[in-house]
């Protein structure tokens, strides 16, 4: 059963970076399958921020690709997650989760989540 | 963007009552459509994919429907553990887009 646990620092100063990272268990990031992030601020709806497969290989949601960064670590079997020049819209709670895409796209497994807040 | 909307944003239900909640999506989508609980203090957790799909686990009193624009999840009999927020999320079209969720209140 796959398992998804995200971590961090939860306070980051306004124009800083925000550095996640999500480890994977149960199943290899080597083997298939794309992983996500999402987040959602305190009492409000769900953003998608990205996805990265295995190779690398990446996809940012256009309003946030200037200051995203994902990568993969399959030594570890985690993903990470970057966002630059952070402000106070980008409080939220951030989830990593695993995103079929065969043979339909899903987001089958989530992380439990971690509160990222942006103040000085 | 793909725009979801969704109605009502919030209703109140007794336990034993049947539940509907309606997500539009501002442009066809197929049936690339999930549905999601999520309780406070948690994440999101799937019920539905492909409009219709139960994710396995999930009792049969969910269920999903539709196509395009316009789906539905119903929920046939509530249970004191259904009160929660629901999402639906469209994957037909970069970037997923969530609705804004309705939440289910005891009444």
């Known amino acids: 059963q796959v398992q998804l646990q995200e971590s961090g620092p939860g306070l980051v100063k306004p124009s800083g970076t925000l550095s996640l990272t999500c480890a994977v268990s149960g199943v290899s990031i080597s083997n298939s399958h794309w992983w996500s992030w999402v987040r959602q601020p305190p009492g409000k709806g769900l953003e998608w921020i990205g996805e990265i497969y295995r190779s690398g290989s990446t996809t940012y949601n256009p309003s946030l690709q200037s200051r995203v960064t994902m990568s993969v670590d399959k030594s570890k079997n985690q993903l990470s997650l970057s966002l630059s020049y952070v402000t106070a819209a980008d409080t939220a709670v951030y989830y990593c989760?695993?995103?079929?895409?065969?043979?339909?796209?899903?987001?089958?497994?989530w992380g439990q989540g971690t509160l990222v807040t942006v103040s000085s | 963007d793909i725009q979801l909307t969704q109605s009502p944003s919030f209703l109140s239900a007794s336990v034993g009552d049947r539940v509907t909640i309606t997500c539009r999506a501002s442009q066809g989508i197929s049936s690339f459509l999930a549905w999601y609980q999520q309780k406070p203090g948690k994440a999101p957790k799937l019920l539905i994919y492909a409009a219709s799909t139960l994710q396995s686990g999930v009792p049969s009193r969910f269920s999903g429907s539709g196509s395009g624009t316009d789906f539905t999840l119903t929920i046939s009999s509530l249970q004191p553990e259904d009160f929660a927020t629901y999402y639906c999320?469209?994957?037909?079209?970069?970037?997923?887009?969530f609705g804004p969720g309705t939440t289910v209140d005891i009444k």
């Open positions: 999320q469209q994957l037909n079209t970069y970037p997923p887009t």
């Open positions: 989760a695993r995103e079929k895409k065969i043979p339909v796209p899903v987001f089958d497994a």
